[in-house]
C-alpha cells in the first residue's frame, strides 16, 4: 500500500488510530486509572459534523464511554453495535519504538503503527468509527440503525464501561447484533488462505482461593512442623499433575481443518484421548489449542506466613480458571477435590471474584452470514472459521443478555495466531498498514449489508 493507492477510509482510521494510541488511556485496574475522557474527547471531534447523534456517559469522574448512533430510516429495522473500547493496558518496559507515540514505522503495506493499544483494540475502534461516520456521510441511508460504542474499562472488566451502560443505559445499545474483538486472523496452508477465524464465544471465568491452614511454632526447629506454605506448594503440584479433560465441540474441528499440519495430526487433535499428546506439534499455537478444549486452572497467586522465623500457620492460592461452554461451578470444586485427593480435607475452596459462565452466539443470523461474505470478500476462496476464545471481552455482557455477539477484524495474510498471541498485551505492540485497510472495509461492508 503507497500513499498513492491508500484510499480515505484507510487514512482516517491510521490517523485517528494513532490519536488513540497517543491519548495512553492507561487502565491499571484501580478506578481513578484510564481517563478515557481523552478518546471520548478525540471520537467526539472525529463525528462533528456527520450528523450521528452523540451521547457520553461518565461512570466515575474521567471514565468516559461515547456512544454514537446513526437512526435508520425504519424504526422497525435491523440494528447492529459496532463495540470498541478505549482503555489500555500499562505499556511496560523495552518498547523498540514509544509506546504511546503512535508512530508509523515503515513503508508500503508492510508500514506499522506502533503502541499500546495498536492491536487490542484500538485499530478496530478507529475502524469502527470510521465506517460509521462514512456511512453517516454517504449521503446512502441505510434502513436499520448503527450504534458505535467507544467504551471505558474493558481491560479491567468493563464494571465502569460496558456492563455499567447495560445496567445502567441499555437504552443506548439496544441492538440485535455486535460486533467487537477479537476476530480476523488468516489461517493459510501452503500460503494460501483457506479460512478466517470470526470468534462467535468465549470462556467462562471461575476463580478460586484455597485456603490451607498449618500450626505456628518456631522456624528454627521446622523438621515434623505443619507448615501452611508446603501443604499450599503440594496443593499447587497435585492440581497441576491433574490434568483436565478435553472437550472436543463442533467448533474445533472446524479450525483443525484448516491448520497446515499432517491428516495424522488432525486427526489426533480432534479426538479428546489423543489431543494432549498431539498438542506439542502445533508449536506456538499449542497453548491455545489447549485453552479452547480444555478447562483451565492455573495458579497465579500464592501468599503466607506472616514472619521469617515463625512456621507459616496458614497460606493461601489463588486460581485463575476458565471454563469451557457446559462446565459449571459445581464441575470445577469437584475437579479440584480430586485434584487434592488426600490433602482435600485439609483445604478450604472458596469462590473468587465474580462467576461468569461461557458464552456463544449462535452461527444462523444473518449478521454471521454476513461476516462469512466479508471473509470471503476479502480472501476469495476462503471461509469464516467459527472459534471460541480462551479470554474475556465485552461481548460476554451482551451475549448473557441473549443478544448475538462476534469477534470480527480482518488482518492480512502476514499474520498467524501465534502472532497475535504474542504481541497482545506485550511489548512492541503494532499493526501494519494492510491490515487496518482490511478491516476498516470489511466493517463497512457489513454494517451495509447488515442494515442496508
Same mark, same amino acid.
Given at each position: 500500500?503507497t500513499?498513492?493507492?491508500?484510499?480515505?477510509?484507510? &487514512?482516517?482510521?491510521? %490517523?485517528?488510530?494513532?490519536?488513540?494510541?497517543?491519548?495512553?488511556?492507561?487502565?491499571? #485496574?484501580?478506578?481513578?486509572?484510564?481517563?478515557?475522557?481523552?478518546?471520548?474527547? &478525540?471520537?467526539?471531534?472525529?463525528? %462533528?459534523?456527520?450528523g450521528?447523534?452523540?451521547?457520553?456517559?461518565?461512570?466515575?469522574?474521567?471514565?468516559?464511554?461515547?456512544?454514537?448512533t446513526?437512526?435508520g430510516?425504519?424504526?422497525?429495522?435491523?440494528?447492529?453495535?459496532?463495540?470498541?473500547?478505549?482503555?489500555?493496558?500499562?505499556?511496560?518496559?523495552?518498547?523498540?519504538?514509544?509506546?504511546?507515540?503512535?508512530?508509523?514505522?515503515?513503508?508500503?503495506?508492510?508500514?506499522?503503527?506502533?503502541?499500546?493499544?495498536?492491536?487490542?483494540?484500538?485499530?478496530?475502534?478507529?475502524?469502527?468509527?470510521?465506517?460509521?461516520?462514512?456511512?453517516?456521510?454517504?449521503?446512502?441511508?441505510?434502513?436499520?440503525?448503527?450504534?458505535?460504542?467507544?467504551?471505558?474499562? %474493558?481491560?479491567?472488566?468493563?464494571?465502569?464501561?460496558a456492563?455499567?451502560?447495560?445496567?445502567?443505559?441499555?437504552?443506548?445499545?439496544?441492538?440485535?447484533?455486535?460486533?467487537?474483538?477479537?476476530?480476523?486472523?488468516?489461517?493459510?496452508?501452503?500460503?494460501?488462505?483457506?479460512?478466517?477465524?470470526?470468534?462467535? #464465544?468465549?470462556?467462562?471465568?471461575?476463580?478460586?482461593?484455597?485456603?490451607? $491452614?498449618?500450626?505456628?511454632? =518456631?522456624?528454627?526447629?521446622?523438621?515434623?512442623?505443619?507448615?501452611?506454605?508446603?501443604?499450599?506448594a503440594?496443593?499447587?503440584?497435585?492440581?497441576?499433575?491433574?490434568? !483436565? &479433560?478435553?472437550?472436543?465441540?463442533?467448533?474445533?474441528?472446524?479450525?483443525?481443518?484448516?491448520?497446515?499440519?499432517?491428516?495424522?495430526?488432525?486427526?489426533?487433535?480432534?479426538?479428546?484421548?489423543?489431543?494432549?499428546?498431539?498438542?506439542?506439534?502445533? #508449536?506456538?499455537?499449542? #497453548?491455545? $489449542? =489447549?485453552a479452547?478444549?480444555?478447562?483451565?486452572?492455573?495458579?497465579?497467586?500464592?501468599?503466607?506466613?506472616?514472619?521469617?522465623?515463625?512456621?507459616?500457620?496458614? $497460606?493461601?492460592?489463588?486460581?485463575?480458571?476458565?471454563?469451557?461452554?457446559?462446565?459449571?461451578a $459445581?464441575d470445577?470444586?469437584?475437579?479440584?477435590?480430586?485434584?487434592?485427593?488426600?490433602?482435600?480435607?485439609?483445604?478450604?475452596?472458596?469462590?473468587l471474584?465474580? %462467576?461468569?459462565?461461557?458464552?456463544?452466539?449462535?452461527?444462523?443470523t444473518?449478521?454471521?452470514?454476513a461476516?462469512?461474505?466479508?471473509?470471503?470478500?476479502?480472501?476469495?476462496? !476462503? =471461509?469464516?472459521?467459527?472459534?471460541?476464545?480462551?479470554?474475556? !471481552?465485552?461481548?460476554?455482557?451482551?451475549?448473557?443478555?441473549?443478544?448475538?455477539?462476534?469477534?470480527?477484524?480482518m488482518?492480512?495474510?502476514?499474520?498467524?495466531?501465534?502472532?497475535?498471541?504474542?504481541?497482545? =498485551?506485550?511489548?512492541?505492540?503494532?499493526?501494519?498498514?494492510?491490515?487496518?485497510?482490511?478491516?476498516?472495509? !470489511?466493517?463497512?461492508?457489513?454494517?451495509?449489508q447488515?442494515?442496508?
Amino acid at each position: 500500500m503507497t500513499a498513492e493507492t491508500q484510499d480515505d477510509l484507510t &487514512t482516517q482510521t491510521i %490517523e485517528l488510530l494513532r490519536e488513540l494510541i497517543r491519548n495512553a488511556c492507561v487502565s491499571d #485496574g484501580s478506578a481513578d486509572s484510564g481517563g478515557e475522557a481523552r478518546s471520548a474527547a &478525540t471520537l467526539q471531534r472525529f463525528f %462533528e459534523g456527520s450528523g450521528v447523534r452523540i451521547e457520553l456517559v461518565e461512570p466515575h469522574p474521567g471514565r468516559v464511554s461515547l456512544i454514537a448512533t446513526l437512526p435508520g430510516t425504519d424504526p422497525e429495522g435491523p440494528s447492529l453495535l459496532l463495540l470498541g473500547h478505549t482503555d489500555v493496558v500499562p505499556a511496560g518496559r523495552g518498547w523498540t519504538h514509544d509506546p504511546f507515540g503512535g508512530d508509523v514505522v515503515g513503508e508500503g503495506p508492510d508500514a506499522e503503527v506502533w503502541g499500546r493499544g495498536a492491536l487490542d483494540m484500538l485499530h478496530l475502534t478507529a475502524s469502527y468509527a470510521v465506517a460509521l461516520r462514512a456511512i453517516a456521510t454517504s449521503g446512502v441511508p441505510l434502513r436499520g440503525r448503527l450504534v458505535f460504542a467507544g467504551v471505558a474499562d %474493558e481491560e479491567s472488566g468493563g464494571v465502569l464501561g460496558a456492563q455499567w451502560i447495560l445496567a445502567n443505559r441499555p437504552d443506548l445499545v439496544n441492538v440485535d447484533g455486535v460486533i467487537s474483538e477479537t476476530g480476523g486472523i488468516p489461517l493459510a496452508v501452503d500460503g494460501q488462505v483457506r479460512g478466517v477465524t470470526v470468534t462467535v #464465544g468465549e470462556k467462562g471465568m471461575s476463580g478460586r482461593r484455597l485456603r490451607v $491452614a498449618g500450626h505456628p511454632r =518456631h522456624a528454627s526447629t521446622p523438621w515434623g512442623a505443619d507448615n501452611a506454605v508446603i501443604t499450599a506448594a503440594s496443593a499447587i503440584t497435585r492440581i497441576g499433575e491433574h490434568a !483436565a &479433560t478435553a472437550q472436543i465441540d463442533d467448533l474445533w474441528p472446524q479450525y483443525v481443518a484448516v491448520l497446515d499440519v499432517p491428516d495424522d495430526v488432525k486427526a489426533a487433535l480432534v479426538d479428546p484421548e489423543l489431543i494432549d499428546a498431539a498438542l506439542p506439534q502445533l #508449536g506456538p499455537i499449542a #497453548g491455545l $489449542a =489447549h485453552a479452547v478444549t480444555h478447562t483451565t486452572y492455573s495458579p497465579d497467586i500464592v501468599r503466607g506466613g506472616d514472619k521469617l522465623n515463625v512456621v507459616p500457620q496458614s $497460606a493461601h492460592v489463588d486460581l485463575d480458571i476458565r471454563t469451557l461452554p457446559g462446565v459449571s461451578a $459445581a464441575d470445577v470444586d469437584e475437579h479440584l477435590r480430586a485434584a487434592l485427593g488426600p490433602l482435600a480435607s485439609r483445604v478450604t475452596i472458596e469462590p473468587l471474584g465474580s %462467576e461468569s459462565p461461557a458464552s456463544r452466539s449462535p452461527l444462523d443470523t444473518p449478521l454471521y452470514g454476513a461476516l462469512c461474505d466479508a471473509v470471503a470478500a476479502a480472501y476469495p476462496g !476462503a =471461509h469464516a472459521v467459527p472459534v471460541i476464545a480462551p479470554g474475556a !471481552a465485552d461481548s460476554r455482557y451482551f451475549r448473557q443478555r441473549g443478544i448475538p455477539a462476534y469477534g470480527f477484524g480482518m488482518f492480512s495474510p502476514r499474520w498467524r495466531h501465534s502472532d497475535f498471541r504474542h504481541l497482545v =498485551h506485550s511489548v512492541d505492540e503494532r499493526v501494519d498498514l494492510a491490515t487496518i485497510d482490511l478491516a476498516v472495509h !470489511a466493517i463497512e461492508r457489513v454494517a451495509r449489508q447488515v442494515l442496508g
